[in-house]
């Protein structure tokens, strides 16, 4: 379930306490305290069959004898109770509880574990939703509503937070009361055996009273879920993320090089930036990016311009900027002038800008509006020193009424101290300017803006195809690997892996096996160049470090020589160790190469990862790495690249020339298309790539290996890939064939060309608004979908020797997948040939197929063609009752689908 009878928790008509005590400084009496007086306009009902009153209000002995039905039920008995209050709150038709006792199988208790079990699986068919166990509870200040033991109650706002831990919460609580910080919503989520952080953000990304979602996570449960609705939400309002409990045991588990590198908390961020949101590392940036992001401010590029009244400060917040990744801007020489004709010929004459000591109000506000006119500026950090020359509250004046007038660009401040420092950054919240305490902290809000739209911008560019560059052999590279899992092996050897790559089009250096000295030596010579010599085991992980490989042989007797060599030397040093022979192969000449580290590992939580960095023996000490999740397009490999060091060794330098990255990139798309297509790869590494102005080359291959999984499993990816098995071919009226497939975001200027090819009446009928041309903010959106909860089928044909688009049909379902919105649209002179028909039945087949129960849609009433076709594929037919001018259509998928007219 995802946001499902959620009202019940959060917008209560009446809230019952099972396990309501007097005890002092029980919980029960906490939470029955915080109840009765958070100024909540409904009944309160204790259940306790040992107190007659709790506070001044009537006890019941048990949930039978409630007078009404409780909306919301919060628990506080002792664990083994849970299962059968859960069971009376069912009977009596409770749609919410939060369980806020602990020892449900915190740590390893199995039999808490078998408990909460029990209790959902009562629950279910009830639809009741629980949140915890184990968790503070909920507060929702606007609604009157603290069923939580917190000490004080929070102050109504608009920003929304979930923990799983108490203790995060009680800190945020009162420290954010003490700031004057209100909250939409507070929610300790505990345990999470049913509503869990994916429920949440989906809830919260359509509650107009939440402006920004925080987030302290210590674990997911369902990647899937979390994935898709932290894009859903990221795309609406600021979601940030504080991340803790980092793990490490599962990357020492792993038997690769990858799988070493793929630590926990490297695959959450890749995570966090891949759906969109903001990570932040404690509680101050928490809040501080809260302050930026909720403001609405928003950068259009990534340089800061520094305006400061002490040097010193401007050094220190240059200094945070560059630590953290930033880009001081290059002032604009027309800029310098204007600066030179307002302020004393003293000042720094470049970024900081340094209006000296004893700048009046005045002085600042001349060189605010100098810098907010500066071409080569996308924000301004105004930083203040208390002075005994200068009024600090004049100088934040000047700065407010300064932007009043004009804010060209986003302005972030810092008055350093406290005293006139206070009263300024009074006057700052007064008017929604952002504002520090620190010059560090005030540089890292920057940066929150810029990572916060480096992650936006990735969830909306518009990739260039590759579809055309290559074309997998999947079945030979199946074929590699079922002959080993056959064998009982998981550990291809190197020439099977390199069999595997050769499939997928990524280039290897070519590999000959054999089986004794003697044969390394015919191979050597029928190569007739410098080999590379490798042992050849299964049980053999790293060849290098146990002097299995040996380099630049150029002679067929020293190949002899070192094969015999070698064997002795592991025979001795792994006697169990099964050596099947040697690899001989041809010395790689790539001049310029750099070495590289491609690779897949599985993530317990979020599945199949994607990593790259430098390669080489030292892969493992250097560090230098990023992950990713798949499914990878060229915007977001090529983003991925820039997120290590070696990518600027990858760039030209003196005589070297720069790597071909569309390359490099494109061995990562061959890749990510691997974990799509062979849920048997568990682990794969290519270490080392070579990689030049010239292309790649993969010198070294391993890949582990596992019988697959479902088609689609949530265990492989967690953001679900392009479903290619959809495509299929169909015939229309008029005896032209389409191919109908998947959307993909390479599709944008296809559709944009398709609405181009449309009437301006026909674009009404789809879009409620003539359009001439479709926005590049809709296509992006349009053509950009999570496959999880969207499906868009687009029908291409050939017209004057170009793919185009003639039609596109979507569905849009709710996060219970219960219902979805569907719409459609064919090419104008397309109309009447039958194709919208076949592409609605496709996307009816497809929802039914997801366990979709209702498809709807509103039509405009004058679109008699499309109502018509409705009518004909069985949809029902009502006026909205809000809008007479629109028809809304729904259509039962639990029935059969009607047959062509």
């Not at 025979?571 to 099947?580: F, K, M, V």
């Not at 090529?638 to 720069?658: G, P």
């Not at 998947?742 to 944008?748: A, H, K, Q, W």
Request: overall charge negative.
């Amino acid at each position: 379930m995802s946001v499902r009878n959620l009202d019940y928790l959060f917008k209560p008509k009446s809230i019952a306490v099972i396990g309501a005590s007097k005890r002092p400084q029980s919980v029960g009496a906490v939470l029955s305290h915080n109840l009765f007086n958070a100024g909540f306009d409904g009944p309160v009902m204790p259940v306790n069959p040992h107190e007659q009153s709790i506070e001044a209000t009537l006890c019941y002995p048990s949930i039978a004898d409630l007078p009404i039905t409780p909306d919301l039920a919060v628990v506080v008995t002792p664990p083994k109770s849970v299962p059968g209050v859960i069971a009376e709150l069912g009977e009596r038709g409770t749609k919410g509880v939060i369980v806020v006792t602990a020892g449900f199988g915190e740590g390893e208790d199995d039999g808490g574990k078998a408990l909460i079990q029990q209790a959902l699986d009562i629950a279910k068919p009830h639809l009741m939703r629980i949140i915890g166990p184990n968790c503070l509870g909920i507060m929702v200040p606007g609604h009157g509503v603290n069923a939580s033991f917190v000490h004080i109650n929070p102050l109504p706002g608009n920003i929304a937070f979930l923990t799983q831990s108490g203790a995060i919460a009680t800190s945020v609580v009162d420290w954010a009361t003490y700031r004057g910080i209100g909250f939409s919503h507070m929610v300790s989520l505990g345990n999470m055996a049913d509503v869990d952080f994916g429920d949440m953000l989906d809830y919260l990304a359509a509650d107009p009273n939440t402006r920004a979602i925080l987030m302290y996570i210590e674990s997911v449960t369902e990647a899937r879920k979390f994935m898709s609705a932290g894009r859903a939400a990221a795309r609406i309002k600021p979601v940030i993320v504080l991340k803790a409990g980092r793990n490490e045991a599962a990357a020492k588990a792993a038997t690769s090089h990858t799988g070493a590198l793929a630590g926990s908390d490297a695959v959450y961020d890749a995570a966090i930036r891949r759906a969109g949101m903001l990570r932040v590392f404690t509680m101050v940036q928490l809040f501080d990016a809260v302050e930026t992001l909720a403001t609405g401010m928003r950068i259009k590029g990534e340089r800061l311009s520094i305006l400061t009244n002490g040097g010193g400060v401007g050094v220190l917040a240059t200094e945070s900027l560059i630590d953290a990744g930033g880009t001081l801007a290059d002032i604009a020489p027309e800029t310098i002038e204007k600066l030179n004709a307002v302020l004393p010929p003293t000042w720094s004459k470049g970024n900081p800008v340094d209006i000296i000591g004893d700048a009046p109000g005045s002085r600042y506000s001349a060189a605010l509006e100098g810098l907010l006119e500066d071409p080569n500026t996308d924000a301004v950090l105004v930083l203040n020193c208390p002075q005994a020359i200068a009024d600090s509250v004049e100088a934040a004046d000047a700065v407010v009424e300064t932007l009043s007038k004009r804010r060209a660009a986003p302005v972030l401040t810092n008055w350093l101290g406290e005293g006139a420092a206070a009263d300024a950054r009074k006057l700052f919240a007064k008017h929604r300017i952002p504002t520090y305490e620190t010059p560090g902290q005030a540089a890292t809000a920057f940066m929150h803006l810029v990572d916060y739209k480096r992650n936006q911008e990735l969830l909306l560019q518009t990739p260039p195809s590759v579809a055309e560059l290559f074309d997998p052999d999947v079945d030979r590279a199946r074929a590699v690997i079922h002959k080993a899992l056959d064998e009982g092996r998981e550990v291809l050897t190197e020439p099977e892996a390199k069999n595997v790559l050769d499939a997928y089009a990524i280039p290897v250096v070519r590999t000959l096996v054999a089986a004794n000295p003697e044969a390394a030596a015919k191979c050597a010579e029928e190569i007739g160049k410098p080999v590379a010599l490798k042992i050849l085991s299964p049980d053999i992980t790293h060849k290098s470090d146990k002097g299995g490989v040996r380099l630049n042989l150029g002679t067929p007797d020293e190949v002899h020589w070192a094969a015999a060599r070698m064997l002795a030397n592991l025979t001795a040093l792994e006697p169990d160790a099964r050596i099947e022979g040697f690899t001989v192969q041809e010395m790689a000449k790539m001049p310029g190469a750099r070495e590289l580290i491609l690779g897949i590992a599985e993530d317990p939580i979020f599945g199949a990862v994607l990593l790259f960095g430098r390669g080489g023996t030292q892969v493992e000490v250097v560090q230098d790495k990023v992950i990713a999740l798949p499914p990878l397009n060229m915007v977001l490999a090529r983003e991925m690249m820039t997120r290590t060091r070696i990518y600027k060794e990858m760039q030209a330098y003196r005589n070297v020339k720069a790597v071909d990255l569309d390359a490099v990139a494109l061995t990562m798309i061959k890749l990510s298309q691997m974990v799509t297509d062979l849920t048997e790869v568990e682990e794969l590494d290519i270490n080392p790539l070579f990689a030049s102005d010239a292309g790649v080359l993969a010198l070294d291959a391993r890949i582990k290996v596992r019988p697959p999984l479902a088609k689609g499993s949530p265990r492989r990816t967690a953001i679900r890939p392009v479903p290619h098995w959809l495509k299929k071919t169909e015939t229309i009226e008029d005896g032209r064939q389409f191919l109908l497939r998947p959307i993909v975001p390479e599709d944008l200027p296809l559709i944009q060309e398709m609405v181009s090819r449309c009437t301006t009446e026909d674009t009404r009928l789809r879009f409620f608004a003539p359009l001439k041309e479709l926005p590049m903010s809709a296509a992006q959106r349009l053509t950009q979908i999570d496959y999880d909860r969207e499906m868009a089928m687009v029908a291409v044909g050939k017209e004057d020797g170009e793919a185009r688009i003639f039609g596109v049909v979507r569905i849009t379902a709710d996060p219970d997948n219960e219902r979805a919105e569907y719409a459609v649209m064919v090419r104008s002179d397309m109309k009447g040939n039958g194709l919208g028909w076949k592409l609605m039945q496709e996307i009816l087949d497809y929802a039914r197929g997801r366990g979709i129960r209702e498809v709807f849609g509103e039509v405009l009433r004058e679109n008699r063609t499309m109502l018509k076709m409705c009518s004909e594929l069985g949809f029902h037919q009502a006026i909205h009752p809000d809008e007479p001018r629109m028809v809304d259509v729904t259509v039962d998928l639990t029935k059969p689908l009607a047959p062509p007219a």
